[in-house]
């Protein structure tokens, strides 16, 4: 689990996925569904990082694709 720039805890939906034993729609769900009942600021928290790494997505997948075609 890395630091984010604000020197909090970070993981992915991938990595909470395997850890917890679920699909990564189930993680999905359960942040969209269950966590504003249980915790409406936490909610916020996550849902604010999750737009922004639905914003970056096509930004990270063009250098996925370019590293793998470039071969570096």
């Known amino acids: 689990m890395g630091k984010n720039d604000r020197g909090r805890a970070c993981?992915?939906?991938?990595?909470?996925a395997k850890k917890f034993g679920v699909s990564k729609s189930t993680v999905h769900k359960d942040i969209q569904d269950?966590?504003?009942?249980?915790?409406?600021s936490l909610y916020l928290q996550v849902k604010?990082?999750?737009?922004?790494?639905?914003?970056?997505?096509?930004?990270?997948?063009?250098?996925?694709?370019r590293k793998k075609y470039k071969g570096a």
């Open 11 to 16: 993981t992915t939906v991938r990595a909470a």
């Open 34 to 40: 269950r966590l504003p009942q249980i915790n409406h």
């Open 48 to 65: 604010e990082i999750l737009e922004i790494n639905k914003a970056q997505r096509h930004i990270r997948g063009g250098i996925a694709t």
